[in-house]
């Protein structure tokens, strides 16, 4: 298979892309908060967040606006690891990711449950800039860029679809970049994307 997603082009540079303000969270500040259709909710410190087992990969980034920046190298933990200690709900089937400064993204629980699904704090081995989400983000690496909320700040766990910024703005519900899921053509299928997200996630 390619390397590179269709529609896309490779650059060098890494743009940054926020809507509106840039947060500023320092990281004895920040808190995350995992919650809804959850046994056991969970606020974490970033202290909590480096207690954990690290992970550190290197995925391609794609944005949806076309530029794909490849070989980023990230370090932080996995959400998986996270949801296992919160313990997923059975009729959770979505999440609704919450960020400082009011951005929001949806995804299907399947796609958070993924290996290189990573709460991120360190970028090419340096603390994760404020501009990049620092001190903590959400890296969804085979999903288009958007997913990727920086300064996230509560996960909601939800038994239905909630849309999130981009989405409601006419982005694709899921935006995967291999089969080029930019805009949502026609209304989403809420019945559909509800049977899928019950299958049994990849582990
Ligand atoms: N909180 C928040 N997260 C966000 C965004 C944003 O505006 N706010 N932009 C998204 C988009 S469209 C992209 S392409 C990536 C860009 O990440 P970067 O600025 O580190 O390149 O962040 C995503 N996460
Ligand atoms: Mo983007």
Same mark, same amino acid.
């Given at each position: 298979m390619d390397r590179v997603p269709p529609g896309q082009f490779v650059t060098e540079r890494f743009p940054i892309l926020t809507y509106g303000e840039e947060p500023r969270?320092?990281?004895?500040d920040w808190r995350l908060e995992l919650e809804g259709l /959850?046994?056991?909710?969970?606020?974490?410190?970033?202290?909590?967040?480096?207690?954990?087992?690290? /992970?550190?990969?290197t995925r391609d980034f794609h944005c949806v606006?076309?530029?794909s920046r490849l070989d980023v190298a990230w370090k932080g933990m996995r959400v998986k690891d996270l949801l296992e200690e919160a313990r997923p709900k059975p009729e959770a089937v979505a999440a609704l990711v919450e960020c400082y400064g009011?951005?929001?993204?949806?995804?299907?629980?399947?796609?958070?449950l993924r290996d290189d699904v990573l709460l991120?704090?360190?970028?090419?081995?340096? $603390?994760l800039p404020p501009e990049r989400?620092?001190?903590?983000?959400?890296? /969804? $690496?085979?999903?288009?860029?958007w997913k990727s909320a920086k300064w996230v700040r509560r996960i909601l766990?939800?038994?239905?679809?909630?849309?999130?910024?981009?989405e409601r703005m006419g982005y694709h519900w899921r935006g995967d970049p291999w089969k080029e899921e930019r805009f949502q053509?026609?209304? /989403?299928? +809420? +019945?559909?994307?509800?049977?899928q997200a019950l299958k049994k996630p990849e582990r």
């Amino acid at each position: 298979m390619d390397r590179v997603p269709p529609g896309q082009f490779v650059t060098e540079r890494f743009p940054i892309l926020t809507y509106g303000e840039e947060p500023r969270i320092a990281p004895e500040d920040w808190r995350l908060e995992l919650e809804g259709l /959850v046994e056991t909710p969970l606020t974490l410190t970033y202290q909590d967040l480096l207690a954990l087992p690290q /992970v550190e990969l290197t995925r391609d980034f794609h944005c949806v606006t076309r530029w794909s920046r490849l070989d980023v190298a990230w370090k932080g933990m996995r959400v998986k690891d996270l949801l296992e200690e919160a313990r997923p709900k059975p009729e959770a089937v979505a999440a609704l990711v919450e960020c400082y400064g009011g951005y929001t993204t949806n995804l299907l629980l399947e796609d958070l449950l993924r290996d290189d699904v990573l709460l991120a704090h360190t970028l090419f081995g340096k $603390p994760l800039p404020p501009e990049r989400g620092g001190p903590v983000r959400l890296l /969804v $690496p085979h999903l288009y860029a958007w997913k990727s909320a920086k300064w996230v700040r509560r996960i909601l766990l939800l038994d239905h679809l909630e849309l999130g910024f981009w989405e409601r703005m006419g982005y694709h519900w899921r935006g995967d970049p291999w089969k080029e899921e930019r805009f949502q053509e026609g209304p /989403v299928p +809420a +019945a559909r994307i509800r049977f899928q997200a019950l299958k049994k996630p990849e582990r």
